[in-house]
């Protein structure tokens, strides 16, 4: 069977993905102060023309709430692009029509460089559209590259499949890709959001005990769950629509992990590592961790590829990890 090829010369443009952990605080902070101004601006004892008044402030609230956030997004987006940019002298980003060829040795863009497969990350769809497949790569970043998506999608995910697979590499040898993040930070994310909440309820129910039973009720039963997903979207961010940006690839070589762009490695004979699966309200994922015994922690979220599944049988194969067995 031919193995698939793409070459065409198509626009690409190299996005820079930094500024959107600050857009999210930023539209969370922003989100906050509104439901928060809004819920004490209504007047719960409104009758006549005053009741219609105050419902019509809350529509266009919500309408300038929405527009806000826009005029946020597009506000760092110029910050980034303007100051930032020069203060931080990052480089110019790529963009134009460039001739790209996908192949059996990666992906080239004439202009810019080559990607091998294994630095070849992730790829990404954008919503509502046919023609824009953002890949993730680890010299280049994010690229967007503008063709049809039935025809690029294809052709990148044969070969990432393809280099996953353990036949295609030396003997002992097993690469893997898996999105990095922090349980523990993750675990604390989730704690903060349940105690802000309760704290707030407290602070209204001991210093603000006559606001009228309607704020109360709005209080508790919308501003106490809504203070707790605002602090949880930032967690919930990095396993979600932000993951595809921390996705890693990793090498196994015997019982030696490491990172392709070598900011990890261990030996695991000296670290413990263990398979988990944790839940909880709005989550539910397997996840890695290794636990060396210098050196920093690691936890790999695992969404079942078959590179995945790979690692975690030749894990278990040289005793790295137990057979059957996922810790909760």
């Known amino acids: 069977m031919t193995s698939p090829v793409f070459s065409r010369t198509i626009p690409v443009t190299q996005m820079d993905a930094r500024g959107i952990g600050a857009i999210v605080v930023l539209c969370t902070a922003y989100s906050f102060l509104m439901v928060m101004g809004t819920a004490w601006l209504f007047d719960e004892d409104a009758t006549g023309w005053r009741a219609v008044l105050s419902t019509v402030a809350l529509l266009v609230l919500i309408a300038v709430w929405m527009v806000g956030l826009l005029v946020v997004a597009a506000a760092w987006i110029w910050v980034e692009e303007r100051w930032l940019a020069s203060v931080k002298r990052r480089p110019k980003a790529f963009s134009g029509s460039a001739q790209v060829d996908i192949g059996e040795n990666g992906l080239s863009v004439q202009g810019l460089g080559h990607v ?86 407290v602070a209204l129910v001991v210093y603000a005990p006559d606001v009228g039973f309607l704020k109360t009720v709005v209080a508790l039963c919308v501003l106490m769950p809504m203070i707790a997903w605002l602090v949880w979207a930032f967690p919930f961010a990095q396993i979600g629509i932000l993951s595809q940006s921390r996705v890693r690839a990793f090498e196994l070589d015997g019982t030696r992990l490491r990172s392709i762009d070598g900011a990890w490695h261990s030996d695991l004979r000296d670290a413990r590592a263990s398979h988990r699966h944790a839940s909880g309200l709005g989550y539910e994922f397997d996840f890695l ?40």
Not at 129 to 146: E, Q
Not at 171 to 193: D, K, T
Not at 318 to 326: E, Q
Request: glycine letters at 8%.
């Open 116 to 201: 091998g497969w294994i630095d070849v990350l992730a790829i990404e769809g954008i919503p509502d559209s046919d023609n824009y497949l953002v890949v993730h790569t680890r010299p280049f970043a994010k690229l967007m590259l503008t063709a049809p998506v039935d025809e690029l999608a294809p052709v990148i995910n044969h070969y990432l499949a393809l280099k996953s697979d353990a036949g295609s590499m030396p003997a002992g040898i097993l690469q893997s890709r898996a999105i990095v993040f922090c349980w523990r930070c993750f675990v604390a994310w989730i704690v903060a959001g349940y105690a802000l909440a309760a704290a707030a309820g």
């Open 289 to 328: 961790a290794i636990r060396p015994k210098a050196g920093k922690n690691l936890d790999l979220l695992l969404e079942g590829g078959a590179d995945q599944e790979a690692l975690l049988e030749a894990l278990r194969e040289r005793g790295v990890l137990p057979r059957a067995h996922l810790e909760r």
